[in-house]
């Protein structure tokens, strides 16, 4: 696509529920990450993905969240039993490669609000 | 742990220069980056400057890199009111290979 793709755009959930982020980063771009954005914070990395690579998921908050991508494409970050400091704007990222190229540009997504009531 | 820094807060009238300042604690980073994020939107790449150099310029946005103290600045001409937003310094390639590290954000209000 012309753009990384997220869904959905907005998510209210209740406490102890899971939910399911989707990421469709843009056509062959190999690398896909997710950051997460706090109310008034900085971008918290979560998990990095590069070709069929092993997933750089030293950023995970806790094994309730987990990510996966499927056929080098599209991405799903689940959070099991959600908790209310869950609640933040979940970005995707993609780009061409890991490395190399002029400055190999990440390009972001519009993001996931996700609230936990 | 690499780490990036920079000031929350920027306020400046109109036609006046911002300058947004970050500081980086991984000295093998190869790539810094200033992004842009408008309220409700994404995260969309201004510019970036390789560690190589020190200066890159790009109409109204000039970026300033020492390497040495590991401090890096973007400075904005002639700010607009559409300019106002937050500007996240990154940086990767360094210790932390691919993963990009970015600041919190400097949150420009641009007063008419």
């Known amino acids: 696509g012309a753009g990384v793709s997220q869904s959905p755009s907005n998510k209210v959930t209740e406490k102890g529920k899971d939910v399911e982020l989707r990421c469709d980063p843009i056509s062959g771009h190999t690398a896909l990450y997710w950051y997460r954005q706090s109310l008034g914070q900085g971008l918290e990395f979560l998990i990095y993905?590069?070709?069929?690579?092993?997933?750089?998921k030293s950023g995970l908050p806790s094994d309730r969240f987990s990510a996966e991508r499927t056929g080098g494409s599209v991405s799903t970050l689940t959070i099991q039993r959600t908790q209310q400091e869950d609640s933040a704007v979940y970005l995707c990222?993609?780009?061409?490669?890991?490395?190399?190229?002029?400055?190999?540009?990440?390009?972001f997504g519009e993001g996931s609000w996700l609230t936990v009531v | 742990g690499e780490d990036v820094e920079q000031s929350l807060f920027l306020s400046v009238r109109e036609g006046d220069s911002s300058v947004i300042n970050c500081t980086y604690t991984d000295s093998s980073s190869t790539y810094l980056y200033w992004y842009k994020q408008e309220p409700g939107a994404g995260l969309q790449l201004l510019t970036y400057?390789?560690?190589?150099?020190d200066m890159k310029q790009d109409q109204r946005l000039t970026v300033l890199l020492n390497k040495k103290d590991k401090h890096l600045s973007l400075r904005i001409a002639d700010t607009q009111t559409g300019d106002s937003a937050i500007y996240f310094c990154a940086e990767r390639g360094g210790t932390g290979g691919f993963k990009t590290i970015f600041g919190a954000g400097t949150r420009l209000f641009v007063k008419a």
């Open positions: 993905f590069q070709g069929n690579s092993a997933p750089d």
């Open positions: 400057i390789f560690s190589n150099m």
């Open positions: 990222a993609s780009s061409l490669g890991g490395s190399g190229g002029a400055g190999n540009t990440i390009y």
